[in-house]
């Protein structure tokens, strides 16, 4: 049960510095460089947090990796680089990453539904309306 609410505080902190950031990044230089430093800085962090996590030998970590990590790596510049780039376009830090994750959100409720499987009850589908309405209240 720790590790459930641990992993929430995670998300909410990173996600709360994450933006905060984010947002202040100065216009000018080249964003994916940036990007790519920061990408560096995690990779020293990462490998400090795995020397205290790792259950086998390098090796035997390295070996269970999935290729998913990979793809994930393809993903994240796009994500850091967008965020900054709605920043810099003039969307306001209470109203972008809103506006993204509910829409992100949606897409995954009917790719969750139409590849996965998953079922959506009425109170559920009522919860993703009442997100819709609420950026388009935002919005205003």
Request: include cysteine; proline fraction near 1%.
């Amino acid at each position: 049960m720790f590790m459930h609410y641990f992993a929430l505080a995670l998300v909410l902190a990173a996600g709360l510095g994450y933006h905060m950031v984010s947002r202040g990044v100065p216009d000018g230089g080249n964003r994916f460089i940036g990007v790519g430093m920061a990408y560096v800085v995690g990779f020293i962090i990462c490998m400090i947090c795995f020397l205290f996590t790792k259950q086998g030998s390098l090796a035997q970590e390295w070996q269970a990796i999935s290729w998913h990590y990979f793809l994930i790596g393809i993903m994240v510049p796009g994500v850091e680089v967008g965020f900054i780039a709605m920043y810099h376009s003039g969307w306001q830090v209470s109203k972008a990453a809103l506006t993204a994750d509910v829409l992100v959100t949606s897409l995954l409720v009917l790719i969750g539904m139409l590849v996965f499987g998953e079922h959506l009850s009425l109170i559920n589908l009522a919860g993703v309306l009442c997100c819709f309405a609420g950026v388009i209240l935002l919005e205003r």
